[in-house]
């Protein structure tokens, strides 16, 4: 070989970059670094845990799981006695009556009660309340990024990143219920008062907002990649010629929502909302509510809507109008009516397409843990609860599921996997009342 030859080859040898390997060590370690780093950023990190959410569920679908009851005969058969030894009764004693107000428990869960017409509270054509902002949401903070800006319309300084330490119990919480942002403006707050109602209509929502106050309701919202899921919307106007609603949306900007979609996502959540007022205007705020400024007249309302619909619903709204029920039957502590009514949801839900499964049911609204507890189905409540944690990439943002199959597990005497549900939970919800209370009980 030539001597030049040879000077080429060397050449080429020194400037091989495996001669000296630790470079490229080190440029692989710093791009980890890099990568570290900017996963701490919020935006890349919302961006990096919902590629990954999508791909998990993509293999693992929530929507293949069905939650079957396996104590609904057990209660069934129950009902079916008392009502005999109550016709016994009847017959024996036949001036007894059953108080209309304690209607008694019965396969078709509760009679249909009817549903009034109330007077309308006079409402312009049209409405639209100056001065609401618009704040958009990081990355699961739709409640916190709400009742912020409700709170700053008012006049209540403060961000959707203080209202998210406030209200969510850490980085991984994925529901803030509308119960807990009204107590937090009621314990929180000097000067503001904040309504929880369920049954929400074109007409009281009007009444609301014509009356320059903004109303913030949970609705559902169907995303055409993740499916269905649960979503906050403050609606501060409205119009009768276009018959729509307007909302300064923390994901889409300020948007439109025909008053037919608004209903049928609203229903989807029982119609419930909050309404955050000056202290000083309760009287306008109840005037505007009408019939439903009473609690009470407001559940039974709402339940009367609620069963008048159920003929008529088909599909999936007929799983919601059923789940709304036992919604409202726990809040009126009719908890074996509720449990039914739930049985009837879950059964519903099975004959779905997987698609058009609303699997994050769950993670909104407990009514099935407590129906289920409070009417001694304490394997069914245990069920639900598992399968719900099973079915969550983040079983840590459900700190409702594990308190509740604690509470199953402790009532059927298996302390040592209560104890485990329970500290699971405040793992998850540091300091909560209810959890630490539950497992001091513990043997």
């Not at 080429?8 to 495996?18: G, Q, R, V």
């Not at 929180?188 to 009281?204: E, F, K, S, W």
């Not at 609705?219 to 649960?230: A, E, F, L, N, V």
Request: hydrophobic letters at 40%; charged letters at 20%.
């Amino acid at each position: 070989m030539s001597k030049a030859k040879n000077t080429i080859k060397n050449k080429l040898k020194t400037k091989s970059p495996w001669r000296k390997p630790w470079i490229y060590t080190g440029i692989l370690l710093a791009l980890i670094v890099l990568a570290l780093l900017a996963y701490q950023l919020p935006p890349i990190r919302n961006r990096v845990d919902t590629l990954y959410s999508k791909i998990y569920y993509k293999f693992n679908p929530p929507s293949a799981s069905v939650f079957s009851p396996s104590q609904q005969g057990t209660v069934e058969a129950i009902v079916k006695q008392t009502e005999r030894a109550m016709a016994a009764i009847a017959s024996e004693v036949p001036t007894a009556r059953v108080s209309e107000e304690t209607p008694l428990v019965t396969d078709e869960v509760t009679q249909t009660p009817t549903v009034e017409a109330p007077t309308p509270y006079p409402v312009p054509a049209s409405y639209t309340i100056a001065g609401m902002g618009l704040e958009y949401q990081t990355f699961n903070n739709c409640g916190p990024a709400n009742v912020s800006m409700n709170l700053n319309f008012w006049g209540w300084e403060t961000n959707q990143e203080k209202m998210r330490l406030a209200l969510r119990t850490h980085d991984h919480d994925r529901n803030v219920m509308l119960a807990e942002m009204r107590d937090y403006v009621l314990e929180n707050t000097d000067g503001l008062h904040a309504i929880l109602r369920y049954g929400g209509d074109l007409q009281v929502l009007k009444a609301l907002v014509s009356g320059g106050y903004p109303v913030l309701i949970e609705r559902g919202h169907t995303d055409p990649q993740d499916g269905w899921m649960g979503h906050y919307s403050i609606i501060h106007a409205y119009d009768d010629s276009t018959q729509t609603v307007t909302s300064n949306d923390t994901l889409l900007s300020t948007i439109t929502i025909p008053y037919e979609e608004l209903m049928r996502d609203w229903r989807h959540f029982d119609g419930i909302y909050i309404v955050i007022y000056p202290a000083d205007r309760d009287a306008d705020v109840l005037a505007r509510l009408g019939v439903h400024a009473d609690e009470s007249e407001n559940l039974r309302l709402s339940l009367a809507e609620i069963e008048a619909r159920i003929p008529y619903e088909t599909g999936r709204e007929l799983f919601f109008a059923w789940y709304s029920k036992g919604q409202i039957l726990v809040a009126m502590g009719e908890y074996m009516s509720a449990a039914q009514a739930f049985d009837r949801a879950f059964g519903v839900y099975a004959t779905l397409d997987m698609g058009a499964r609303p699997w994050r049911m769950t993670w909104y609204q407990i009514g099935p843990y407590i129906a289920y507890y409070r009417s001694g189905r304490y394997q069914d409540a245990l069920g639900l609860a598992q399968q719900t944690i099973d079915n969550s990439r983040e079983p840590k943002a459900l700190p409702e599921s594990y308190y509740w199959a604690g509470m199953a597990a402790k009532a059927m005497g298996m302390s040592d996997d209560a104890r485990v549900w329970f500290e699971k939970a405040l793992e998850y919800h540091p300091g909560w009342d209810l959890a630490l209370e539950a497992m001091a009980d513990l043997p």
